[in-house]
């Protein structure tokens, strides 16, 4: 008998594979596009960042609509939990950002990133914080939505 370790029910388990699945289908879309862009010249992010964006931006999407569909959590767990860890993820990313523009700025001297023009660390900085802000978003809403169900 297998063990069920996240304790997702049937139709949970279905509905984030069936989302995991458009996810995966959309990301290739994407990078397939990117790289016939690249291909043609056009360039709207350096190498390895425009992959990175594109990557995060499918996972974005898809953390949010498996959230949206109640197929993250099982259905007995406690969400302040998540609230909380998410609060915590957001604190720790900030404070991690800015000790290594900290670090990284004291150990540049006067061969700074401004020289080379290079965005990509910020740019993954932007789009890591509004990922982890709408996951923060969307724990909380859920959470109100449960307190209000159990209300009624």
């Not at 069936?18 to 290739?28: A, E, K």
């Amino acid at each position: 008998m297998k063990i069920n370790e996240n304790r997702l029910d049937e139709m949970q388990k279905e509905k984030r594979n069936s989302i995991g699945n458009q996810m995966f289908m959309l990301m290739f879309y994407a990078l397939l596009l990117d790289s016939g862009l690249y291909g043609g010249g056009i360039r709207w992010l350096p190498y390895p960042s425009n992959i990175m964006v594109i990557i995060m931006a499918c996972m974005g999407i898809y953390l949010i609509r498996i959230i949206g569909a109640n197929a993250y959590l099982p259905p007995r767990t406690d969400s302040k939990k998540t609230v909380i860890s998410s609060v915590i993820a957001v604190i720790f990313s900030v404070v991690l950002v800015v000790a290594a523009f900290w670090l990284f700025k004291s150990l540049s001297g006067s061969s700074a990133p401004e020289a080379s023009n290079d965005n990509s660390a910020l740019i993954l900085f932007i789009v890591s914080a509004t990922g982890l802000f709408i996951s923060l978003i969307v724990a909380v809403i859920k959470r109100a939505n449960e307190k209000d169900k159990h209300d009624e």
